[in-house]
């Protein structure tokens, strides 16, 4: 069964960092376009960012200047860099790829800020 694990949330004060980091099966990670996303309470899920199969990030408003999206070819991983954070980036962090019209998600990893 294609697995898709993430790790790495936490709680940080506001202006903080974290790193997420979300491991794909080898095959998808050399192939496929990977997105990070992320859910607040009582609001719809959000993209954050995307990193194509030749690495070229993308970014939602909101974080851009902030986060930085990688591959990491060593590791096999793709992370996620959040430095300046807010209390509005609090949100439980989903990594996701879509493989032939289908969408697959990992458990997803809560991240709050707060003082």
């Known amino acids: 069964q294609v697995q898709l694990v993430e790790s790495g949330g936490g709680l940080v004060q506001p202006g903080g960092s974290l790193r997420l980091v979300c491991a794909p099966p080898?095959?998808?990670?050399?192939?496929?376009?990977m997105r990070w996303h992320r859910q607040a309470p009582g609001k719809e899920r959000e993209w954050v960012a995307l990193?194509?199969?030749?690495?070229?990030?993308y970014y939602a408003d909101s974080v851009k200047g902030r986060f930085t999206i990688s591959r990491e070819n060593a590791k096999n991983t793709v992370d996620l860099q959040m430095n300046s954070l807010r209390p509005e980036d609090t949100a439980v962090y989903y990594c996701n790829y879509n493989l032939n019209g289908e969408d697959f998600w990992g458990q997803g990893t809560q991240v709050t800020v707060s003082s």
């Open positions: 080898r095959r998808i990670f050399s192939m496929n376009a």
């Open positions: 990193i194509s199969s030749d690495g070229t990030p």
